[in-house]
């Protein structure tokens, strides 16, 4: 950690060249102006320059921050001399959740709003978990490989049926689509309803049952979320929209 008595002077070596403007270099500079320390910057704008740099301190990459002539290293060295997080990697992040689920309530208060001049409507919720479907059917399309690959750890009928992976998230989109749009009832519904329940059994039995540690691939094959709570209340969301939407449209509610 900093120390109290040390001035607020700091030396920087990052890499700008024509080619290359380092951005790890550029988030030092920033953290340390924001932390007020005074940044004696010095761009390295050659390879020859940054390799007689490289040799001379016996490190392996720039930028490196000195402070009180002592050598603080890298982007992440200098977030933990100043106390801040540095995740490890493959910490288990909520992040890609909170924003997802987060993103997607505000938009569907938006919607409600635009469309009824208020947020207080149970359209809103419906949008809300529609959009939320969506998104995290955008999340699995965006590597498809690595979401089948962690979905085959516990979902029951991928395990039977290999290409039952690569559906899903398809499938989640167009039952989301439809939702948002409140259309085609009879499609969205079977499928929410479907995928939903098959997930609900197979995340509970991983999870709850048979007591394993896995990896969520609800947000996408390269998550760090741990699977359950969240996957589970994702297929309840749909479970809730695959029975909800079809009664809806009947005029039950």
């Known amino acids: 950690m900093p120390k109290d008595n040390i001035s607020k002077q700091a030396e920087l070596y990052r890499m700008v060249m024509p080619d290359h403007l380092c951005p790890f270099g550029l988030k030092s500079k ?29 490190v392996d990459t720039t930028p490196q921050t000195f402070i009180g002539g002592e050598r603080i290293g890298g982007y992440d060295d200098l977030r933990d001399y ?10 288990t992040s909520y992040r890609p959740v909170i ?34 479907m969506c998104f995290l059917a955008v999340q699995k399309l965006q590597d498809i490989e690595s979401f089948s690959t962690m979905f085959l750890n516990y979902d029951l009928l991928a395990r039977r049926w290999v290409r039952y992976g690569y559906l899903y998230p398809y499938g989640e989109a167009l039952a989301g689509i439809l939702m948002v749009a409140g259309a085609l009832v009879w499609i969205s519904a079977p499928v929410a309803l479907f995928i939903g329940t098959v997930g609900a059994v ?15 691939a609800c947000v996408g094959g390269n998550s760090n979320v741990p699977l359950g709570f969240v996957s589970l209340t994702e297929n309840v ?3 809730v929209m695959g029975l909800w939407m079809p009664l809806r449209a009947l005029g039950v509610f």
């Open 237 to 239: 969301m749909m479970i």
């Open 202 to 216: 197979s995340v509970f039995k991983a999870v709850y049952i048979d007591k394993r540690e896995l990896k969520c």
């Open 99 to 132: 924003a997802i689920f987060g993103v997607a309530f505000l938009m569907a208060l938006g919607l409600s709003w635009f469309v009824y001049g208020t947020v207080l409507t149970v359209r809103a919720v419906e949008w809300f978990i529609a959009v939320s």
């Open 82 to 91: 100043f106390g801040e997080d540095v995740p490890e990697e493959g910490e």
């Open 30 to 58: 920033d953290l340390l102006e924001r932390k007020g320390f005074e940044v004696d910057d010095h761009p390295l704008t050659t390879r020859e320059q940054t390799d007689a740099f490289k040799a001379k301190h016996n």
